[in-house]
T-cell receptor, first 118, second 112 residues
């Protein structure tokens, strides 16, 4: 089945530095990628939707200059947390929808990235 | 406003003790309802998709059902390895981006 590979799984960075998270669709083309943030004991919060070849759509309250999303190809979407601060520490997860042309309305999730900013 | 509410927040069961998790939803038009399992520090793992009221799906000890207002995830004779957070999400017909509306999840703990 469809697999989304997310890297890194864990990252610790110093305050003020930038961190890039990659999500690759391994055996299918992901024209859309959803980026989520999850706080402890809470559900998934949608941050933005990236579309291949166009600008990402950010949810209300999400700073697009801080969370840079690039969807340069049909198999790769990246999230860069710029000038990270301790409050950016969280669990970030990407997700790609299935091929609707095949009536596949499911979603495939990456394994998540635990970001800790110190 | 489209909304998903899961209950209970947490559920502790003895191994073998069957129970159900609830997912109530409010959406103008339902395209699909999804159940996922999430282990700590991992991304959600797909379990089921339900599309219409009356539909049921089963997988091992899990069975998901759907009505026009809610879905139940029944777990029969659970084992400790079934311990996880179970997430419910819905997709609305009018959402052209196919975004999911998530519930807060039910943390299930199965004690041996």
């Amino acid at each position: 089945g469809a697999v989304v590979s997310q890297h890194p799984s864990r990252v610790i960075c110093k305050s003020g530095t930038s961190v890039k998270i990659e999500c690759r669709s391994l055996d299918f083309q992901a024209t859309t990628m959803f980026w989520y943030r999850q706080f402890p004991k809470q559900s998934l919060m949608l941050m933005a939707t990236s579309n291949e070849g166009s600008k990402a759509t950010y949810e209300q309250g999400v700073e697009k200059d801080k969370f840079l999303i690039n969807h340069a190809s049909l198999t790769l979407s990246t999230l860069t947390v710029t000038s990270a601060h301790p409050e950016d520490s969280s669990f970030y997860i990407c997700s790609a929808p299935g091929d609707r042309r095949l009536n596949n309305y499911g979603y495939t999730f990456g394994s998540g990235t635990r970001l800790t900013v110190v | 406003e489209d909304q998903v509410t899961q209950s209970p927040e947490a559920l502790r069961l003895q191994e073998g003790e069957s129970s159900s998790l609830n997912c109530s939803y409010t959406v103008s038009g339902l395209r699909g309802l999804f159940w996922y399992r999430q282990d700590p520090g991992k991304g959600p793992e797909f379990l089921f998709t339900l599309y219409s009221a009356g539909e049921e799906k089963e997988k091992e000890r899990l069975k998901a059902t759907l009505t026009k207002k809610e879905s139940f995830l029944h777990i029969t004779a659970p084992k400790p390895e079934d311990s996880a957070t179970y997430l419910c999400a819905v997709q609305a017909v009018e959402d052209s981006n196919y975004q999911l509306i998530w519930g807060a999840g039910t943390k299930l703990i199965i004690k041996p």
